[in-house]
């Protein structure tokens, strides 16, 4: 069966803080896999990865895929308040559709 | 460019009844994937159309189904409706059926059902 795990689960970090969130998959046929971040309404697209080890970046955030080692980081540099919201990481797998299987999401709290 | 629109936002329904929603994809957008959302089980994938055919589909009981037209939008369709098909259903949209691409997600639909 297709599984996509996210660790923490749960992250609380101080504004200004850098933060990794990490993604591993057990899939069977890897198409890509994609960051979203989702505060209290639908998932907003970060990143999409195809390739290992190039990085996507946009702005503070930074995603790189291993497909190797099958798993993929997400990292947020000097934090905001903002940035607190749900992270999902989600892979797309080939069965002749547009099908994500997601993890569980990593549930990221910013203090003041 | 407008986003994925999603009607509507928020819904109350009886055990027993059937609902149906809708979902009209990014202008250009020819695949349409719907997801169920809820605390316990997350994210998950429920069917996909693309060019009005269902390409796949995942594990959920025969009560749900869904439709495409020809202008892309599509209707998903809950019937005997349970207390647990309260969650929030998502339907994203991509622009092709192949390759990789980005799905792009509508703001959801709450169903609640009493």
């Known amino acids: 069966e297709d599984k996509v795990v996210q660790s923490p689960l749960s992250l609380v970090v101080h504004e200004g803080d850098t933060v990794t969130l990490n993604c591993s998959y057990e899939v069977t046929n890897f198409r890509s896999l994609l960051w979203y971040k989702q505060e209290k309404k639908a998932p907003t697209f970060l990143f999409m990865l195809?390739?290992?080890?190039i990085e996507k970046k946009s702005g503070r955030l930074s995603s790189i895929l291993d497909k190797k080692e099958l798993f993929s980081i997400l990292n947020i540099t000097a934090t905001q308040t903002g940035d607190s919201a749900v992270y999902l990481c989600?892979?797309?797998?080939?069965?002749?559709?547009?099908?994500?299987?997601f993890g569980q999401g990593t549930r990221l709290t910013i203090n003041p | 460019k407008a986003g994925v629109t999603q009607t509507p936002r928020y819904l109350i329904k009886t055990r027993g009844q059937q609902v149906t929603l809708s979902c009209s994809p990014i202008?250009?957008?020819?695949?349409v994937s719907w997801y169920q959302q809820t605390p316990g089980q997350g994210l998950q994938f429920l069917f996909e159309?693309?060019?009005?055919?269902?390409?796949n589909k995942g594990n959920f009981p025969g009560r749900f189904s869904g439709r495409q037209f020809s202008n892309s939008r599509s209707e998903m369709n809950v019937s005997t409706l349970e207390l647990g098909d309260s969650a929030l259903y998502l339907c994203?949209?991509?622009?092709?059926?192949?390759?990789?691409?980005?799905?792009?997600f509508g703001p959801g639909t709450r169903l609640t059902v009493t």
């Open positions: 989600a892979v797309s797998i080939i069965q002749g559709a547009q099908k994500l299987v």
């Open positions: 159309y693309f060019s009005e055919t269902q390409r």
């Open positions: 195809t390739s290992s080890g």
């Open positions: 994203a949209s991509s622009p092709t059926g192949q390759g990789a691409h980005e799905q792009y």
């Open positions: 202008s250009g957008h020819r695949s």
